[in-house]
């Protein structure tokens, strides 16, 4: 090579090198420009690389390929470098001469060769960045994660903070029906054609997040707000374009503007404010949209100190068990009870909707239930001791219990040890709203019974599979929801009434026991007995009673139905 040729390396070599690792990020244009000249320099025609996650991508032939330089000429190759990284991909380069081209040195191979090392080590390493924000920042789907959200979030406050902005959790309502109705394969594209419908609205002026599951998180300039949110209240999403069959789909959602005195420090400063409220867009009934307000704020602070009291409330005895009694509206007999749990604190009772839905929100619950259980099993004891005339009592176990694989044996470890036979015993648990949930309840219905212990399904009728929930679990005992229950008002032909009938008529055909709660009148007392439902549990009655009252219950063991 001549020196003015020689030069010229050297010169291109520079600018090659600069430009792959320039501080503000490589600038592709100077790149390419650069490698053209270095290929005319050394009369190479074509120039590729080639680039595979894996060795078993490069053998099926699954990866990028990049042409660094094209002259039009046809050529051969002359030269191949191929290297494998330490995350075992795999990188190749490519030189190409035309027929007839000056052959290549030695010494303007080993020039060649240098440059090919440079051009793999660059595209490793950038391959390797792009990895790192693919696993970093998106999750398994290719969604953008809660990182990414937060990177967003911070860009922002750097840039003068988020006002002018709505940050949002939203949750896809009843996803699992539309897996159920169209495939997981459907429910996927249904997913990602959502996702994008919200995303275009939004654009280039927010980001759009999934945070797990169905549930994402999204914020925006503000004067999209409209146009985001008709979108969650429902649209019509294309899940097969070539028959162009569509799905409804519509999301719950949690929605915090901005307001001008906002100082954003941390994540929890915008996700507390949109989680508070998609849950309770969620769980509320009607608004499936619910926006942040000052109530919300204090609704944490009342969260975090009934969190907070919880562990040493429990081991203070502050949870009592009230008993609420179980007649049998033919003979007035005492036929059982509910174990409910009321806190007392300070001479105060606290209502259970101040407290219980709360410890849902984790599995203080379960605490709290497994608690319960013992202090009626020990009550229980007490009773046989004492030569009472003993009934079953019900205790009602959260949702939150069914993902424990060892539910079985702590129910039964809490029985056994307070040495109370089975029969004494009814598990009572809610009807479930999801597949998943139905498959972990169906479980531990059926180890309850082969254990001997009674179980009830409580608010029958509210959740979305009550037919299969009695057609495929076998329950002891149907609990009728009162919203089933006829009032005085209601006629032999009203719908209450009509619904009421057919449901005990269909319990009692099964061979299940029925009990009607929120008993309030004799004529729902006459209701019952018309329809052969034998049990009854309500304020006609008695109210949930503390532990010495349901004793002289216990003892009377009988009711005056003629009162």
Request: hydrophobic share 40%; aromatic share 10%.
């Amino acid at each position: 090579m001549k020196d003015d040729e020689l030069l010229r390396y050297y010169q291109l070599l520079e600018e090659l090198t600069e430009a792959m690792n320039d501080d503000d990020g490589f600038e592709l244009e100077s790149i390419e420009k650069a490698l053209a000249g270095l290929c005319e320099l050394f009369g190479i025609c074509r120039g590729v690389t080639e680039y595979y996650k894996n060795t078993t991508y490069e053998h099926a032939g699954k990866g990028e390929r990049f042409v660094c330089y094209d002259n039009g000429e046809p050529g051969e190759v002359i030269m191949e470098r191929r290297v494998i990284t330490k995350n075992l991909a795999v990188a190749k380069c490519k030189v190409y001469q035309a027929e007839g081209a000056v052959p290549l040195t030695d010494d303007d191979r080993k020039r060649v060769d240098l440059i090919m090392r440079a051009v793999l080590r660059f595209i490793t390493h950038n391959r390797l960045l792009v990895f790192v924000e693919q696993m970093t920042f998106y999750d398994e789907s290719g969604y953008p994660n809660l990182r990414s959200f937060t990177r967003y979030l911070e860009g922002c406050a750097e840039k003068g903070g988020l006002y002018g902005q709505t940050a949002v959790h939203f949750n896809l309502r009843h996803f699992t029906l539309i897996n159920q109705e169209i495939g997981r394969t459907g429910g996927d594209i249904v997913m990602r054609n959502y996702f994008r419908l919200i995303q275009d609205v939004i654009g280039d002026d927010g980001i759009v997040c999934r945070v797990g599951g169905d549930n994402f998180v999204c914020i925006f300039s503000s004067d999209k707000t409209e146009q985001v949110l008709e979108i969650m209240k429902g649209a019509p999403v294309v899940y097969d374009v070539e028959s162009e069959k569509r799905v409804m789909v519509s999301s719950s959602a949690g929605v915090f503007v901005v307001p001008d005195d906002f100082v954003y420090r941390n994540l929890g400063d915008v996700m507390d404010k949109v989680l508070a409220c998609s849950r309770a867009a969620r769980d509320g009934g009607q608004e499936s949209i619910v926006y942040f307000d000052s109530k919300m704020a204090e609704g944490k602070e009342k969260v975090m100190r009934v969190q907070q009291l919880f562990p040493q409330a429990l081991e203070n005895g502050e949870f009592k068990v009230f008993y609420q009694p179980k007649i049998d509206v033919e003979t007035g007999e005492l036929a059982g009870a509910e174990a409910l749990c009321r806190w007392i604190r300070n001479g105060r009772i606290v209502p259970p909707m101040e407290f219980i839905p709360i410890l849902e929100q984790n599995t203080d619950i379960c605490k709290l239930d497994f608690h319960m259980l013992d202090m009626v099993c020990k009550d229980i004891k007490r009773w046989l001791a004492e030569g009472r005339q003993v009934v079953r009592v019900s205790v009602n176990l959260s949702r939150k219990h069914m993902m424990d694989v060892d539910l079985l044996e702590h129910i039964l470890k809490i029985i056994d040890e307070n040495e109370v036979p089975h029969k004494y015993i009814e598990i009572e648990l809610t009807e479930t709203t999801t597949d998943v949930e139905f498959k972990d309840l169906k479980r531990v219905v059926n180890g309850l019974q082969m254990a001997g212990i009674y179980t009830s399904v409580d608010d029958f009728g509210m959740g979305y599979s009550s037919l299969k929930l009695i057609r495929e679990i076998p329950w002891n005992v149907l609990k009728v929801d009162k919203s089933f229950l006829p009032v005085d008002e209601d006629s032999d032909e009203s719908t209450r009434t009509i619904m009421f009938k057919y449901v005990v008529a269909m319990a009692k055909a099964l061979g299940l026991e029925t009990i009607a709660e929120g008993v309030e009148t004799e004529h729902q007392v006459d209701v019952l007995r018309i329809n052969r439902c034998s049990l009854a549990q309500g304020f006609l009655f008695d109210k949930p009673l503390p532990l010495n009252e349901f004793e002289d219950r216990l003892t009377k063991h009988r009711y005056d139905m003629n009162k």
